[in-house]
């Protein structure tokens, strides 16, 4: 293997660490905790998993964090009237609906319910849009996540030819926004599943990163020696483990550098949920970020 591996749990590690650093001081100094509100709707048992990592993440970070389990057959009204109440409780600086909802509710509206002020998983279309027009508030976890991987192990961006697989509004569609930002200054390829020639699209990456959901999408030869690869694909494989998008022991003998599944983005996500929880309990007192 020739790639250097990007070790995302590291990275948490430290980054988790000087949130709780951070919060603990706020705490000291203005009396604040920041607080998040996680809402679960049914007993999804992927989604329960995701919010007790949320959870027990954010009480290592000194935070206030609760939890609010609502039934599968919850009605939307009761469901947009809790994300009321936790929009007007002052000791909640963020809300996340954990998704998906099941199907008869309508995650869209209840994303739109949530104040931009707390919309720490940046999924409210007023926070997308904020960051669509190059002012952005909140950046949505897992692409923040890439972008802090990206700078920690030193990837030049601008200028660079960044490929990003899969354009949904959860991953591709903001991370190929966030890295044309001035600033980061990349000229990014958004692929999807009608792109032509992806092989040939990725071969002309610097940086390619992977948000399909496709177990072995990406292969040795749609690397160029040396790129860097990000693998956000988190799926199950027959046996029941996690695997990426990415081949990654035959990538890894190309890239430059590549990012493991698990161990890469996924802890990343999290860590940047708090972080964007620290951040709007600052913003939200006037308070200034660091
Ligand atoms: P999604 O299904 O909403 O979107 C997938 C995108 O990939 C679509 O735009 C589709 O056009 C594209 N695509 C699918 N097959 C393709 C192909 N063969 N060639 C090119 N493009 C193709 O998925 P999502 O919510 O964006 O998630 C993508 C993956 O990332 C999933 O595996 C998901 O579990 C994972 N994920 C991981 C994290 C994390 O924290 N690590 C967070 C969110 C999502």
Do not use: W
Request: charge should be negative; charged fraction near 20%; hydrophobic fraction near 45%.
């Amino acid at each position: 293997m020739s790639a250097r591996i990007l070790d995302g749990k590291a990275l948490a590690t430290e980054v988790r660490a000087r949130i709780a650093d951070d919060v603990a001081r706020l705490t000291a100094e203005h009396g604040v905790r920041p607080g998040l509100a996680a809402v679960i709707v049914g007993d999804d048992p992927a989604s329960q998993v995701y919010v007790g990592m949320k959870h027990r993440a954010s009480e290592a970070a000194g935070m206030r964090s609760e939890q609010h389990v609502l039934p599968a057959d919850t009605a939307q009204e009761d469901l947009e009237s809790l994300v009321r109440q936790l929009n007007d409780d002052d000791a909640v600086d963020g809300i996340l609906v954990q998704l998906p909802l099941p199907d008869h509710l309508d995650s869209r509206a209840v994303q739109e319910l949530i104040v931009p002020a707390k919309d720490v998983d940046a999924l409210n279309p007023y926070t997308a849009g904020r960051l669509a027009i190059g002012d952005p508030t909140f950046l949505s976890c897992t692409p923040y996540g890439v972008l802090e991987l990206l700078a920690h192990a030193g990837v030049e961006t601008s200028g660079a030819n960044v490929v990003i697989v899969g354009r949904s509004n959860l991953v591709g569609r903001p991370l190929s926004v966030m890295l044309t930002l001035k600033g980061r200054d990349a000229t990014v390829t958004l692929a999807h599943s009608r792109t032509r020639d992806l092989a040939g699209v990725c071969r002309g990456a610097d940086v390619i990163v992977a948000a399909a959901g496709q177990i072995g999408l990406v292969t040795a030869d749609m690397v160029r020696p040396g790129a860097v690869v990000i693998d956000v694909g988190t799926n199950r494989g027959e046996d029941g483990k996690l695997v990426g998008d990415v081949a990654f022991d035959e990538v890894a003998e190309v890239a430059g550098a590549i990012t493991p599944v698990p161990g890469g983005v996924g802890p990343m996500t999290v860590t940047m949920l708090l972080q964007n929880t620290l951040e709007a309990a600052r913003a939200r007192r006037g308070l200034p970020q660091r």
